[in-house]
């Protein structure tokens, strides 16, 4: 059962435009949400998170949106650069300050020139 | 500050022998995650530990799979009697005790022959 699911397995976007990352869940327990990025043969990085008593959270050129009466989340990232060409993933974790993180299974970012 | 730790980053066994991946996680950190992913695929959870405790074990498979967080020393995850299946990436992300994001290592690769 796949309670995080990232639809698009791929995405393709110009240099200097934005790019939208979709996330949607099933679980209405998940109350904090994550977003990382992933290189080939490194680990995830941090990018921005939210937690569900707010619906927007912005950090520099990444905004992450959070609906929760339709359990989604999306990653926005203006202007995209080429640097953020990497996989992208959605995770979302239940109340707790330390508790296991579900994720979905990614969606590939390309930013071409 | 030094990142979370995994080694080896490469690790071959033959079926049938064991395999020890280490994770050292970032200082001031005292919670540690290990996950599992499988080719073109999300991260899944396996097991959670804190200092010579077991917090939360449910991702892990019920045979030859443990996994330790001794009080001195890195955590460890063990797999006895590796099978072809085993073969993937495993993480280890750690956290400090009041926040929920967990922050990853580089991974360690396992390829069973």
């Known amino acids: 059962d796949q309670q995080v699911k990232q639809n698009s397995p791929s995405l393709s976007v110009q240099e200097g435009r934005i790019s939208i990352l979709n996330c949607d869940y099933t679980?209405?327990?998940?109350?904090?949400f994550l977003w990382y990025k992933k290189y080939p043969a490194e680990g995830p990085t941090f990018l921005i998170s939210?937690?569900?008593?707010?619906d927007k959270n912005e950090d520099g050129r990444f905004t992450v949106f959070l609906n929760k009466s339709a359990k989604h989340l999306s990653l926005h990232i203006v202007p995209s650069q080429p640097g953020d060409s990497a996989v992208y993933f959605c995770?979302?974790?239940?109340?707790?300050?330390?508790?296991?993180?579900?994720f979905g299974t990614g969606t590939r970012l390309q930013v071409t020139l | 500050n030094a990142g979370v730790m995994q080694n080896p980053r490469h690790l071959v066994r033959r079926r049938g022998q064991e395999a020890r991946l280490r994770c050292s996680p970032m200082?001031?950190?005292?919670?540690v995650y290990w996950y599992r992913q499988l080719p073109e695929e999300g991260l899944k959870f396996m097991v959670y530990?804190?200092?010579?405790?077991?917090?939360?074990e449910s991702g892990m498979p019920k045979e030859r799979f443990s996994a330790e967080f001794p009080k001195e020393g890195p955590s460890i995850l063990r797999i006895q009697q590796v099978v072809r299946g085993d073969s993937a990436a495993y993480f280890c992300?750690?956290?400090?005790?009041?926040?929920?994001?967990?922050?990853f290592g580089a991974g360690t690769r396992l390829s069973v022959l």
């Open positions: 992300a750690s956290s400090p005790p009041s926040k929920n994001i967990q922050y």
């Open positions: 530990l804190q200092k010579e405790n077991i917090i939360d």
């Open positions: 939210i937690s569900s008593i707010k």
């Open positions: 995770a979302a974790s239940v109340p707790g300050t330390a508790s296991k993180l579900t």
């Open positions: 679980n209405s327990m998940f109350d904090y």
């Open positions: 200082k001031g950190h005292s919670h």
